[in-house]
């Protein structure tokens, strides 16, 4: 599959990066190259095949619903960039 | 009458009554102070795994299994991604091409008619956190308490054509959520949520039109009111020829608008994919049947039961059933006092008003059963009257008296001693001699007038069957 630097900057804003131009050229053609790497598997013939989702055969394991606490606020907050010691503090954002 | 016929479809967001996360062990309790609910798995550090909650599948399937939908033996969960201060994964963990139920209905009733509404699918999900918006500073406050607190989305089919059947709806769901005991139904807190699709068609067209989504309605006033408007604005934007806009529209409380959200959330791409950290959830026959085999009595059911067991008309027994709590507190009074449709009565017209004004539920009644049986009785076995009980009741309902005590301190039981009350009818008679007279004289319609003054002079407390008797004879 080819990848256009157009379809390159719409997954770079789902992203949140900001790619300038020659960059996103790049980028596309990496991009390419990696899908193309993975249609080769698009060969492999499917049909009736159910799909898989992990390469582990084991079901979910569950947890009982009881509550145990592992961490303090400090030790939550302690690598935030910013936090006034009871929340974490974000560039202002509406 | 408008040209356009209304296609509504809902999605519910339940918020699970579990006590801990639904992928880590962090207390899910409510009104804690922030990031107090929070550790490395729900903050997002790197390098932790999710490890699912078994409550959450329980509840999501008894859901299910509460609206006839198909539970799946194996279901996937998926990364939806996007980017917000309130996700700290990037990534919100739901379900997505293999949800755990599918294909069920919810049959509700409106204007007496019966429609069904089909449910798409019930989906597990964590919740997201949240952002306090600083006025002052410029800056947002992140509290990651609420975030990794378990949801299920419960999608219906666009199958509801007008705002009294999407609020029928909605409240037929919620029962049979707080009935099952897995969600507390409450949507000024948020555990109850709604998003409201809606679109209009010519009638008669198959085909449908485009739609808005409608949000940020937190009672079913608002939902009612919202979709109204919603109908009413598109139909104006066809009537003059434009298009409507498929957009996320928010719900203005004070002014009953919804306005764009002006496409800052549009152009969603959630690239969703099955989560890695977690392998396809198993649910196996024996839990299916076990879970089924717990399922309560469900609304529909205790409905046609109170008619049949207890009598009440149907209109009653919806009134009844609607809450848990209160066709649970009927119950208990109606077999302590054994008067059901009395007791019916007392619960309608005077227990769910002071409920109401004190905006208490009845689980957190301050007057609890056994004192509402023993009122009944009073008034049945003619020591009140049913007079006197209506007065006493918003004050024995707020104290949580026991109304038998009440009437004997106050003296208010009725005077059906007929030699107490005869004293009482000779006084008033003597006093009134020319309404007496008149009354002899053909003027019947002054046994009013005396009645009035007999219940004036004990303050209310004769009893009115024995005052008019006792009136009759002697004005004979």
Redo the contacts between chains.
């Keep these: 599959m080819d990848v256009s630097p157009e379809f390159a900057a719409?997954i770079a804003t789902?992203a949140?990066l900001r790619l300038d131009a020659d960059k996103l050229e790049r980028f596309a053609g990496q991009m390419g190259d990696i899908l193309k790497y993975m249609e080769t598997l698009a060969a492999v013939d499917t049909t009736g095949v159910e799909p898989l989702?992990?390469p582990?055969a084991?079901?979910?394991?569950?947890?009982?619903?009881?509550?145990?606490?592992?961490?303090t606020?400090d030790e939550?907050?302690h690598n935030a960039p910013?936090t006034?010691g009871?929340?974490?503090?974000?560039?202002?954002?509406? | 009458m408008s040209r356009y016929e209304a296609v509504i479809g809902l999605e519910v967001h339940a918020q699970l009554r579990?006590?801990?996360k639904i992928f880590c062990?962090?207390?899910t309790a409510f009104g804690m102070?922030?990031?107090?609910n929070?550790?490395?798995v729900c903050?997002g550090m790197p390098g932790v795994l999710p490890?699912?909650?078994?409550?959450?599948?329980e509840y999501a399937a008894k859901m299910g299994l509460a609206v006839g939908c198909r539970v799946n033996a194996a279901s996937?969960f998926a990364r939806k991604?996007y980017?917000?201060?309130d996700l700290p994964k990037g990534y919100q963990i739901s379900q997505f091409e293999t949800p755990i139920c599918e294909h069920g209905h919810l049959a509700v009733t409106v204007d007496g008619s019966e429609k069904v509404v089909g449910i798409t699918r019930i989906h597990m999900e964590e919740d997201a956190g949240k952002?306090?918006?600083?006025a002052t500073?410029?800056?947002?406050?992140?509290?990651?308490n609420r975030t990794g607190v378990p949801l299920i989305e419960i999608v219906s089919e666009p199958d509801m054509r007008s705002a009294e059947e999407a609020v029928a709806y909605l409240k037929a769901l919620r029962s049979i959520l707080v009935y099952l005991g897995i969600c507390d139904g409450n949507m000024e807190e948020g555990s109850f949520r709604c998003d409201a699709n809606v679109s209009l068609r010519p009638f008669g067209q198959a085909e449908l039109g485009t739609r808005a989504e409608l949000k940020n309605m937190n009672s079913f006033r608002h939902v009612q009111k919202a979709i109204e408007y919603e109908i009413e604005r598109q139909a104006d934007l066809l009537d003059d020829g434009q298009a409507v806009i498929q957009e996320t529209r928010l719900y203005n409380v004070d002014k009953g608008v919804t306005a764009s959200m002006r496409g800052k959330e549009e152009a969603h791409?959630y690239?969703y994919f099955?989560d890695?950290d977690?392998?396809?959830?198993?649910v196996t026959d024996a839990q299916l049947a076990a879970w089924a085999a717990e399922l309560p009595e469900l609304p529909v059911a205790r409905r046609d039961r109170f008619v049949s067991q207890y009598g009440l008309t149907p209109k009653d027994a919806d009134v009844l059933t609607a809450e848990r709590d209160v066709a649970d507190y009927f119950e208990e009074t109606a077999r302590l006092c054994n008067e059901p449709k009395k007791a019916a009565n007392w619960i309608m017209s005077e227990l769910l008003r002071e409920l109401n004004q004190a905006a208490l539920t009845a689980a957190a009644c301050p007057l609890p059963p056994a004192h509402l049986a023993r009122l009944v009785t009073l008034v049945e076995s003619g020591k009140i009257s049913g007079k006197i009980g209506k007065q006493i009741f918003p004050e024995i309902f707020a104290q949580g008296l026991d109304p038998e005590t009440y009437v004997d301190q106050k003296g208010l039981s009725q005077i059906s001693d007929s030699l107490a009350l005869e004293s009482a009818v000779d006084r008033v008679l003597a006093d009134n001699p020319d309404e007496v007279a008149a009354y002899k004289a053909g003027k019947t319609k002054l046994m009013g007038f005396f009645v009035g003054q007999i219940m004036k002079a004990t303050k209310g407390q004769a009893n009115p069957a024995l005052v008019n008797e006792l009136l009759g004879k002697k004005l004979a």
């Design positions: 719409k789902l949140r989702y992990g582990v084991h079901v979910s394991p569950t947890r009982p619903d009881e509550v145990v606490r592992t961490c606020r939550v907050l910013e006034d009871r929340f974490f503090i974000v560039p202002k954002i509406v | 579990t006590k801990s062990s962090c207390s102070e922030p990031n107090e929070v550790c490395a903050s490890v699912l909650n078994e409550k959450v599948v996937v991604n980017f917000y201060p952002n306090i918006h600083s500073e410029n800056a947002s406050f992140v509290d990651l791409d690239r099955p890695p977690l392998v396809p959830l198993v």
